[in-house]
Each structure stands twice: as C-alpha cells, then as structure tokens.
C-alpha cells in the first residue's frame, strides 16, 4: 500500500492528499472491472433479481455474525449467501416454478429472516444502517486486498465460462446439444454472485449493489456491436462511473455508493439515447 500511496501523492489531485481516499480509488478500481464483467452475465443470464435476492440474503448472514458477537461478520455473511446461492440453484433445477417466482420466495424469506434476527430482544436496526448505506471510504487495505484476490477469480471464470453462460442463456437447447453443462457453470455463477455482492456491500451498500449489477451490462448492451464490445464496454462504463462518482461524492459530501449509481444510470440514459437513434 505504500507503493499507492506514494504514486497518489505524485498527482495533482487534492482528494488523494489523504489515505482513506486513495483506499477508496484503489477499492473503486478494483471493484469496478468486478462489476463490469459480472453485470455482462447478469444482464444476459436475466439474473438481476436474483443477485437482489442475494444482498438479502448477505444481510442477514451479517445479522447471524453479530448475533455470535463476532466483530467482523463479513465471513459469516459470504457462507450464508453460498448456500443460499446453492439452495436457490438446487431448487430452481428440480422446481416447476418460473425463476422470477422462485426469486421472490427466497427473496422474501431472506429479507424478514434478517429483520427478525437483528431486532431479537429489541436489538436497534442502526448498527446496521452502514451496510445498507455503505461507506467505500472506510474501506481498509485488508478489504482491498481480499477485492484483488476475487477480481482475480472471478477473470479466471469469465474467461472459462463467460462464453458457456452466453450460449446457454441465449439457446440453451443448442448450448445442450453441444454438451455445456449448463448447470455446473450457473452454480459456478451463482455462487461467484453471492461472493461479490456479500465481499462489497459494506463499501457499497446493500441498496445499490444491485444496481451496479445490472447497470453496467445494460448500458453496454444499449450500444456494443459484438460481444467482444459488449463485455470492454460494461467494464470501461463501470470504471468510468466509479472514478466520476467517488469525486462527486468528496466534493458534494454524499454517499459514494450513491454517487456511482448514479452516474452509471445517467451512462445508460445517454447509451439508450444513442441505441435509439441508430433505429
């Protein structure tokens, strides 16, 4: 980190005179490309209410950890959204039941679970209010580094199974007949998701990590021409985002996680624009 700090410190920028910020832009540019290609798979694999589902569900694995008194619940939180990520693909493989149904039931379930558990015995909700808010400008350089080693994976993924999830989601008939074991690679999937959003809803917040999700892919697939554009521009449209947001957010005082989402919003509204005018 010092190595960061030190090439910070060298650009004319009056934000990164201080260390929480530069951790915030290393954390941004991390996250950022995280998003980027996760949101390409998300949009495809019309998995943006499930990766909804799963913020639940982290929440209330953070409400199990604080309930053991554990003072980092984030671990806790990541193995309760993995098997609330395997339970959701097991059942969706052997239900008759629409994803979107099955979405809400698991949804639902996960969201009040949580609300019970973090007002047992009269608990107060506001200690929880940083996770559905998130601060990325707390983010410490363990956090960050635990963000380079899932970046890192999930590449590996999107390089083995990016192109498998596409087939199997656009002509999942054809992805059968040629053999792509469509299942493995969508519990793969699901379970990359359930890490990410668990891994970043402290910086984040829980009520816009969906958002980053999903906005990304959405705006690149407004204006991509091929697949190749598709996944660099979900990525560059992130990172783009992520940059203009966390300054907004140090010079209006705002949540940096807001800040973000809306810039990426703003990024689809002129990307649907252009879309429409190629008609």
Known sequence: MDVWYLFCRLLPIEMLRWDFMCNALLGVLLMAPLFGLMSTMVVTGRM???????GHSAFTGIAIGSLFGLASPTWVAVLFSLAFALLFSF???RSDHTADTLIGVFSSTAVALGIFISTLGGSSFTKYNKYLIGDILSIAPGEIGMLALVLAAVLVFWVFFSNRLTLTAIHPQLASS?????GLSQTLFTAAIAVVVTLTISSVGLMIVNSLLVLPGAAARNVARNLKQYHLLSVLFALAAGIAGLVISYYCGSSAGAAISLVMAAVFAVTFCFRKGRK
Do not use: E, M, Q, Y
């Open 48 to 54: 943006s209410f499930f990766s909804d589902a799963l």
């Open 178 to 182: 040629r053999g792509i074991p469509g």
């Open 91 to 93: 059942v969706r493989s």
